[in-house]
T-cell receptor, first 113, second 110 residues
Framework: DAGVIQSPRHEVTEMGQEVTLRCKPI?????LFWYRQTMMRGLELLIY????????DSGMPEDRFSAKMPNASFSTLKIQPSEPRDSAVYFC???????????FGAGTRLSVL | GESVGLHLPTLSVQEGDNSIINCAYS??????FIWYKQESGKGPQFIID?????DKRQGQRVTVLLNKTVKHLSLQIAATQPGDSAVYFC?????????FGAGTTVTVRA
């Protein structure tokens, strides 16, 4: 398996624009997680899905953030409108189960100007 | 609130020596812990995990020790190599979600 695949690797956009980050989990993994990493706050869980259903979105910063998982092999994290404080590295991870190893993608580095 | 934290933010080690990275956790109900390694520009990479019914677990050149009495976790790396230079995170399962510590930066001196 190629592991968790994220795209794009880098995204530069202007404040107010819509940003969509994409993730393909490892085949067969029932859980998918979206994290955000910043120097100030470290690695934070935003939301996670089980069998394509959002289970816990308590980490989503505000209504500008939304995530979907239309099928078992694809998920998106959307920010609309984007703001400079959204600049961070966003990671997607997947796992077979909770209390199990989460495998991370390479991340998307987002810069909002 | 309860959180996972690391004792030291940086560690400098001579190549060939053993490294010990420490982690304190405060949620006594946590029963699953993971160590990750993150190299610059990459995502966190799984190193080793341990469940609370164990005190020690060994992998290839790595050993994780869990002391539930004092809520302490450590990662030992044997014969540290230049490729071990990275940021190391411990994570605990907190209400079925992983909570990550701040990370320890390990630098290996040649």
């Amino acid at each position: 398996d190629a592991g968790v695949i994220q795209s794009p690797r880098h995204e530069v956009t202007e404040m107010g624009q819509e940003v969509t980050l994409r993730c393909k989990p490892i085949s067969g993994h029932d859980y998918l997680f979206w994290y955000r990493q910043t120097m100030m706050r470290g690695l934070e869980l935003l939301i996670y899905f089980n069998n394509n259903v959002p289970i816990d979105d308590s980490g989503m910063p505000e209504d500008r953030f939304s995530a979907k998982m239309p099928n078992a092999s694809f998920s998106t994290l959307k920010i609309q409108p984007s703001e400079p404080r959204d600049s961070a590295v966003y990671f997607c991870a997947s796992s077979l189960d909770l209390k199990n190893i989460q495998y991370f993608g390479a991340g998307t580095r987002l810069s909002v100007l | 609130g309860e959180s996972v934290g690391l004792h030291l933010p940086t560690l400098s080690v001579q190549e060939g020596d053993n490294s010990i990275i420490n982690c304190a956790y405060s949620n006594s109900a946590s029963d699953y812990f993971i160590w990750y390694k993150q190299e610059s520009g990459k995502g966190p990479q799984f190193i080793i995990d341990i469940r609370s019914n164990m005190d020690k677990r060994q992998g290839q050149r790595v050993t994780v020790l869990l002391n539930k009495t004092v809520k302490h976790l450590s990662l030992q790396i044997a014969a540290t190599q230049p490729g071990d230079s990275a940021v190391y995170f411990c994570a605990e399962d907190n209400d079925y979600k992983l909570s990550f510590g701040a990370g320890t930066t390990v630098t290996v001196r040649a």
